[in-house]
């Protein structure tokens, strides 16, 4: 299965700014979640949303939050911006709670 | 505090030869374990996995073993093929069954290159 859509692939943002982010789920998935992968580390678990609620969080500050809409798609939203934010965003969605997670193609942002 | 340690930042194999990725963990909550390949502009894609209750798991030329008293956990491939070739992780969750699947923690990679 596949199918996680992102956009956009790439975004440069300019320190103190906002920045939204999206995900399109897999058809037939309610649950995503979201990751940060600074460059030569591993995703980071940001937070979790399953049938439009926070189902988790992981340690990022209040200034990076999250939608998810009806239809299971999803935004990533980062206020503040700092330039420790450039990164890999990776969504994931799954068809429930309890199973297996698929990732987007990611969006790379950069802060200057 | 990083929970999950892939120790070796890359490996490089002949084809046909066997490629044996690490992973080692420091929380023992974790009940499920996960390995990912990520290809360069492409998310990561799921490889195998295998639950605490078991030591080993096959998939084909794919073969994880865990050693819980070691929190250790490693991936065999057998044998090697050139398209391989990409980054590793090692993920770790806790109560896979229950409300934890897609809370993955995410070791820092290994950069496998299997050579022709």
């Known amino acids: 299965e596949t199918g996680v859509t992102q956009s956009p692939t790439h975004l440069i943002k300019t320190r103190g700014q906002q920045v939204t982010l999206r995900c399109s789920s897999q058809?037939?998935?309610?649950?995503v979640s979201w990751y940060q992968q600074a460059l030569g580390q591993g995703p980071q678990f940001i937070f979790q949303?399953?049938?439009?609620?926070?189902?988790g969080r992981g340690n990022f500050p209040p200034r990076f939050s999250g939608l998810q809409f009806p239809n299971y798609s999803s935004e990533l939203n980062v206020n503040a911006l700092e330039l420790d934010d450039s990164a890999l965003y990776l969504c994931a969605s799954s068809r429930a709670i309890n199973t297996e997670a698929f990732f987007g193609q990611g969006t790379r942002l950069t802060v200057v | 505090d990083q929970q999950v340690k892939q120790n070796s930042p890359s490996l490089s194999v002949q084809e046909g030869r066997i490629s044996i990725l690490n992973c080692d963990y420091t929380?023992?909550?974790?009940?499920?374990f996960l390995w990912y390949k990520k290809y360069p502009a492409e998310g990561p894609t799921f490889l195998i996995s295998?639950?605490?209750?078991?030591d080993k798991n096959e998939d084909g030329r794919f073969t994880v073993f865990l050693n819980k008293s070691a929190k250790h956990l490693s991936l065999h491939i057998v044998p090697s093929q050139p398209g391989d070739s990409a980054v590793y992780f090692c993920a770790a969750s806790v109560g896979a069954g229950g409300t934890s699947y897609g809370k993955l923690t995410f070791g820092q990679g290994t950069i496998l290159t299997v050579h022709p």
């Open positions: 295998i639950s605490s209750i078991k």
């Open positions: 929380n023992s909550m974790f009940d499920y």
């Open positions: 949303y399953y049938r439009e609620e926070e189902n």
């Open positions: 058809s037939g998935h309610n649950t």
